[in-house]
């Protein structure tokens, strides 16, 4: 259910934002196929719960674009930013890109909209104090802050000690990713200035989770789940609007290597 949510909002943030040209299901489906090839997408936990936080972020920070007044968007952006950072901490990494994307691409920071930022950012926390104080468990507030936000150190053990079925997971869903995004950087005159600055977000989004998927392998469902999330609009954008006989080729060798990788997850031992 929470990965069809998922769905729905890219589609409903397409919609609205028209980050394909043309009519296009393609981020749905593009979203729908990578992710049912994961298995641990599949249950209720941490990476399907940051999937659906990251793209409510998404749809309300896009919708502050060159707002005069956008308190009431930058407040629930940053507000799914502070439930996500709950079960991911590279959330919280998030938020200095965030007020940089409202200054530099989408042009809406305001001052009463840094303060709701914050306000959004904090009112889980706050929620989650308040909890703790009434079951009278106040130290869990502290542990749980320096555990969950210490950065782990970098060791290539941790990454050997990745399975398999996530090594292929991560190289084809980082293989696709990047094959988008050096397309859109050739073609990226085609689109509307708006749509440039949104795709422009998401490709700095892919990269930065790409090198946080490397540095900090032990999150690396929950970095996957936003990295499905981030890097679908500009695989969709690939698929849907270039129309050379290579991308076609590309296209059926993709639904090849999504097979493999549905057949690494769900049937590998």
């Known amino acids: 259910m929470l990965c069809a ?43 399907a719960i940051c999937a659906v936080c990251l793209a409510m972020s998404y749809d309300f920070l896009f919708r502050c674009y060159q707002l005069y007044n956008p308190t009431v968007w930058v407040f629930h952006s940053f507000l799914f930013l502070g439930i996500g950072s709950i079960f991911a901490p590279v959330f919280a990494a998030m938020v200095l890109l965030y007020y940089i994307y409202l200054v530099g691409f989408l042009r809406a920071l305001t001052w009463r909209g840094f303060w709701a930022g914050l306000l959004g950012l904090v ?19 502290l542990g749980f802050v320096t555990s969950h936000f210490m950065w782990s150190d970098v060791s290539w053990q941790a990454i050997m000690d990745i399975s398999l079925a996530w090594k292929v997971s991560a190289g084809i869903v980082i293989l696709l990713s990047l094959v988008a995004l050096f397309h859109y950087l050739q073609t990226r005159y085609n689109d509307k200035i708006k749509i440039r600055m949104i795709l422009y977000i998401y490709t700095l989004q892919t990269i930065l989770l790409i090198l946080y998927l490397i540095l900090q392998p032990k999150e690396f469902q929950n970095t996957m789940s936003l990295l499905l999330v981030s890097s679908c609009p500009l695989i969709a954008h690939y698929f849907a609007l270039s129309k050379s006989w290579l991308s076609n080729a590309f296209f059926i060798f993709s639904l090849l290597l999504c097979g493999v990788m549905a057949y690494y997850n769900l049937w590998m031992p």
């Open 5 to 47: 949510l998922v769905a729905y909002i890219c589609m409903e943030t397409s919609d609205v934002q028209h980050i394909i040209r043309i009519r296009s299901r393609m981020i749905a489906s593009s979203w729908l196929v990578l992710s049912s090839s994961l298995l641990f997408m599949h249950p209720l936990g941490g990476p």
């Open 123 to 141: 009112l889980p926390y706050w929620c989650w104090a308040a909890w703790c104080f009434l079951m009278d468990k106040t130290e869990d507030i």
